[in-house]
């Protein structure tokens, strides 16, 4: 098809257009789901120092290589160890010391006898520590003791830039005593409409008129894949209103500008022609369906991709362009689409362009069974609603039976990884 690019090589054509924004510093408790941007090298031994990993006693391992049921050892019990506490005394042969989990192992001992392998099984709050114990089994050296840097140790590379901080990870950075984080700040995007025919929802109904569903759907999904959306409005179908538009983006400093509709051949189709006078047009229409009428370009030096207006078009369009745009911009490393092998519970038809396709996918036993939702027009909204995924027809491919495998897209999954 001549003046059609194909879904990868304009996908690759736009993504050189894009670079990772600036990096911030933040407190670590506002850092989940933000975008790491820098390495993380522990500078501590986690754990910082040898402990107890059971309520017990501290003893000597040899004093007790041969204790059992029938023939305990007997300790002295010299001190009592709770968390976030420092031994004050050494423990010599024939001592013991009452220790909880997480406690320091005190200087002279080198393993723990848990309680319940002793005489005092006693774990109600406020008991003191016997002044004697009764050891009912043996320990070797290292019994129940994590040492210092048995998860971590000082100078490790724990986590490369370009990943989402997920709560594990923010509590691995809490437990290196990061106070801050640098990452990525969130890409700003600028979502535009137009179209005379649209209202904003909370106006009366008018003839003629539609009510404008692609500029929450974009921004919601922009915030979905961490960006912060910028609402730019509905701009009629004149070049000078959407020129005003697309100003007022370049001037809020927005990282990406999104555009609906516009984009045809129709006679009111400006913002190709607007974008052409004031930036540059990098390529327009691609090889896919839907979402054929798909504009990349820059308005001054601003990146711009310009949607079509159907709202499954630019719901498509987004999925596949502004996506990885958005994730590279937010300065992750990896763009890659999480992708699931299904198996057709229908046979499908195409007219050759990449196409993607409203579908059920059903977990059944050992796969992915996928039918699609009703009606696939462009403009059919409610196919979408009742959707949990996007099939993935490659171009060239007209007809697939049931039973042939195909990629699909599930939704959810996508922002998992976001
Ligand atoms: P266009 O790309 O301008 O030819 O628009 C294609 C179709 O999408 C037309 O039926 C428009 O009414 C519709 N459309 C355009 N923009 C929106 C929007 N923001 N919300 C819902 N439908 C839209
Ligand atoms: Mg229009």
């Given at each position: 098809m001549t003046g059609l690019l194909g879904v990868s090589e304009a996908l690759g054509?736009?993504?050189?257009?894009?670079?990772?924004?600036?990096?911030?510093?933040?407190?670590?408790?506002?850092?989940?789901?933000?975008?790491?941007?820098?390495?993380?090298?522990?500078?501590?031994?986690?754990?910082?120092?040898?402990?107890?990993?059971?309520?017990?006693?501290?003893?000597?391992?040899?004093?007790?290589?041969?204790?059992?049921?029938?023939?305990?050892?007997?300790?002295?019990?010299?001190?009592?160890?709770?968390a976030g506490q420092i031994a004050s005394r050494q423990i010599e042969p024939g001592q013991a010391a009452r220790i909880m989990t997480g406690a320091p192992i005190p200087s002279g001992a080198d393993a723990v006898v848990p309680v319940e392998e002793t005489s005092f099984n006693d774990r109600r709050p406020g008991q003191p520590a016997p002044a004697h114990i009764e050891i009912y089994h043996p320990a070797r050296p290292g019994d129940h003791v994590r040492p210092r840097g048995q998860d971590i140790r000082s100078g490790a590379l724990i986590l490369l830039p370009g990943i989402r901080l997920r709560p594990q990870d923010v509590a691995l950075l809490a437990m290196l005593g990061m106070a801050t984080v640098t990452v990525y700040r969130k890409p700003r995007v600028a979502v535009l409409s137009t179209g005379d025919e649209l209202l904003p929802v909370g106006i009366a109904p008018q003839p003629g008129k539609i009510y404008d569903s692609n500029a929450l759907a974009l921004g919601a999904l922009a915030a979905q894949y961490g960006a912060e959306p910028i609402s730019l409005g509905i701009a009629p179908d004149r070049a000078e209103a959407i020129e005003a538009c697309l100003e007022q983006a370049a001037d809020l400093q927005a990282d990406l500008i999104l555009s609906s509709a516009g984009v045809s051949v129709g006679a009111f189709d400006f913002v190709r022609t607007v974008v052409e006078r004031r930036g540059r047009l990098n390529f327009w229409r691609v090889n896919m369906r839907p979402g054929k009428p798909l504009a990349f370009g820059a308005y001054r030096d601003v990146p711009l991709i310009g949607l079509p207006g159907n709202p499954v078009s630019a719901f498509v369009g987004f999925e596949v362009f502004v996506r990885p745009a958005l994730l590279k911009l937010a300065g992750l490393n990896n763009l890659i689409h999480p992708t699931q092998r299904v198996t057709l519970a229908e046979p499908v038809e195409t007219d050759g362009r990449e196409s993607y396709l409203r579908a059920v996918v059903e977990q059944h036993p050992g796969r992915l069974i996928a039918r699609l939702t009703g009606h696939q027009g462009s403009g059919n909204l409610l196919s979408l609603v009742q959707a949990n995924a996007l099939l993935i027809v490659p171009s060239e491919v007209k007809s697939l039976p049931s039973g042939a495998e195909v990629d699909a897209w599930l939704f959810g999954t996508a922002y998992h990884q976001f």
């Open positions: 054509r736009l993504l050189g257009e894009f670079s990772p924004v600036d990096k911030i510093s933040l407190p670590l408790g506002e850092t989940v789901g933000r975008v790491l941007a820098q390495e993380i090298i522990a500078v501590i031994d986690l754990p910082p120092f040898a402990n107890s990993s059971m309520d017990g006693f501290a003893v000597q391992s040899q004093d007790i290589a041969r204790a059992g049921r029938d023939h305990p050892v007997v300790l002295q019990v010299i001190e009592d160890i709770p």
